[in-house]
């Protein structure tokens, strides 16, 4: 069931599923590219957390 399938219909509850899905999706993939990309740059200007 993929939405190039000929049988796929989009009715409303297709529509709110996908749109969700694709929202959450959509809020993870940011949250991981924040987090890697301030990983990066916090270890490029030295403030790793190895000295204790």
Do not use: R
């Amino acid at each position: 069931m993929f939405p190039f399938n000929f049988e796929w219909i989009w009715d409303m509850s297709h529509l709110v599923f996908m749109g969700g899905l694709w929202f959450a999706l959509t809020i993870l993939g940011l949250g991981m590219a924040y987090c890697i990309i301030k990983a990066v740059i916090d270890t490029a200007q030295g403030k790793g957390g190895g000295h204790h």
